[in-house]
């Protein structure tokens, strides 16, 4: 049974995008509208969710998507990749090298000294979650005063421009597999132009990953951790930072730096296994990197990217592992997408389903 268009209705869809729009600005005389710097820095969190979900870096727009959302945020991711879709592409990043990344926060689980030293950066892991109740009547004069403070002890003479990457170390002490420099240099795929069509290569993983929801991430990494898999890895280095961004100059086309991105990069150690036939065993390696600050995200990337990886070298064994499931249900879009077409008319199908149901009970 088809669907059909939906006729009539149109002055109680106003009414609905009316009503939306009252229940944004309710406050009346007393509100104070959200502005886009406003979103960008006191949401920063949920600014990043929507920025990675939406497959595109632009914060500004990224700010008005939330605000449009109403804080929805798959919806705000929604409205952003849609903008995408208008846009054309005009040229091509050079391949990126997050060891020039601009560290904001920087730690490893796997070693207590690293290499440049760890740097928690802004984080609520060594908080206790209470109610800052205080924050309920803060003024323009407290948030000077913070920002003022935090100048006053700030030395920035005494961070380096760059760190070194942690797992260098380990592979000059022959623990994980050199570098292929080879594979860095094949084109990565595109999955905004091309369908994912099974067995994918690793890049299309990653990318599909890189533009996944978190929470879907996340709950599949999760069943991973709990045993629906044997990936139980230990974070070698997680980065948050801004990432220079390299285009071809236009005359000359060589590589110049146009401005740079916020990013979250997570790399995990996982179990050791032979490298090939007969190979010595090494660390196996999961990799996880996504727009905004976003650690969540980026170590679910890491277990899943590793488990991908065994399934496609052994066989699935578990959901985690199964490139087939995890892809295509990672992409809260889609996800939501799905979802909320059940709440448009179903009428004809349904009317079928109740012709049916009458005559099956009929017959009996």
């Known amino acids: ?22 229940l944004r600005t309710r406050q009346g005389a007393r509100a104070r509208p959200l502005q886009a710097d406003t979103i960008e820095n006191q949401l920063r969190l949920l600014h990043g969710r929507v920025l990675s979900e939406g497959g595109v870096y632009h914060p500004r727009l990224a700010s008005l998507a939330i605000k449009q959302a109403q804080g929805d945020s798959l919806e705000a991711s929604f409205i952003l990749r849609a903008y995408r879709s208008t846009v054309p592409r005009l040229a091509e990043t050079e391949l990126l090298d997050s060891r020039k990344m601009r560290i904001t926060r920087r730690i490893s689980s796997a070693f207590k000294d690293i290499p440049g030293g760890q740097m928690l950066g802004a984080t609520t892991d060594y908080h206790l979650r209470l109610m800052r109740m205080e924050l309920l009547n803060e003024s323009p004069e407290q948030f000077r005063a913070i920002s003022g403070e935090w100048f006053k002890n700030l030395n920035v003479d005494e961070i380096p421009d760059t760190f070194p990457k942690v797992l260098e170390q380990l592979r000059k002490d022959g623990l994980l597999a050199p570098l292929d420099e080879q594979r860095g240099q094949q084109s990565p795929f595109d999955i905004t132009r091309e369908p994912l069509i099974f067995p994918v290569s690793r890049s299309a993983a990653l990318a599909t990953m890189a533009r996944g929801e978190q929470g879907s991430l996340l709950a599949i990494a999760y069943s991973n951790m709990r045993g629906y898999g044997d990936v139980h890895p230990t974070v070698a280095e997680l980065r948050v930072g801004y990432l220079p961004v390299l285009l071809p100059h236009p005359i000359t086309g060589q590589p110049m730096e146009v401005g740079e991105v916020e990013l979250t990069e997570c790399e995990v150690v996982a179990m050791y296994e032979a490298d090939g036939e007969g190979g010595k065993p090494l660390f196996t390696l999961g990799y996880g990197a996504c727009f905004g600050h976003n650690e969540v995200k980026a170590i679910s990337m890491a277990i899943l990217d590793r488990s991908l ?23 809260g879009i889609e996800s939501m997408g799905f979802c909320t077409h059940y709440k448009m008319p ?3 199908t349904f009317q079928s389903d109740m012709d049916r149901l009458r005559a099956t009970q009929a017959k009996q």
């Open 1 to 22: 049974m088809a669907y059909v268009a939906i006729k009539g209705g149109g002055q109680a869809i106003e009414g609905s995008k009316a009503v939306l729009e009252y």
């Open 309 to 331: 990886q065994n399934g496609i070298q052994h066989g699935p064994r578990n959901p985690s592992e199964d490139p087939e499931f995890v892809l295509l249900h990672v992409d």
């Open 346 to 348: 179903h009428y004809v």
